[in-house]
């Protein structure tokens, strides 16, 4: 990605992760976020990611604590719908997930 360089370097810079069929890269909010989601619709990436992921959707998302509060609840309300098990939970007990809070947020 990073010779490819732009948008798509800027996605080089972020944190990926793996999350059922998408991988997820996180990346400051702002300018960089902005870049990086751009990146999606370049043909040169889409061709770069599939080689190395196939199977997966490219996803950005703001690193947590840089985007703004509402950011930052849904990229947390999306990690905890992303998981099988939380899931199940909630549609058992046919529940809404209103809000998510983060521990890792919390100071020690």
Do not use: W
């Amino acid at each position: 990605m990073q010779r490819l360089g732009g948008s798509a370097a800027r996605l080089a810079e972020g944190t990926p992760e793996v999350r059922n069929r998408a991988l997820v890269v996180c990346v400051p909010a702002g300018r960089a976020l902005a870049e990086a989601r751009r990146c999606k619709t370049v043909p040169q990436v889409a061709r770069a990611l599939y080689a190395h992921f196939p199977g997966l959707e490219l996803e950005v998302a703001p690193l947590a604590g840089t985007g703004t509060p509402t950011e930052h609840q849904r990229a947390l309300q999306q990690e905890v719908l992303d998981d099988p098990a939380c899931r199940r939970i909630i549609q058992t007990l046919e529940a809404k997930l209103e809000a998510v809070t983060s521990l890792r947020d919390e100071a020690p």
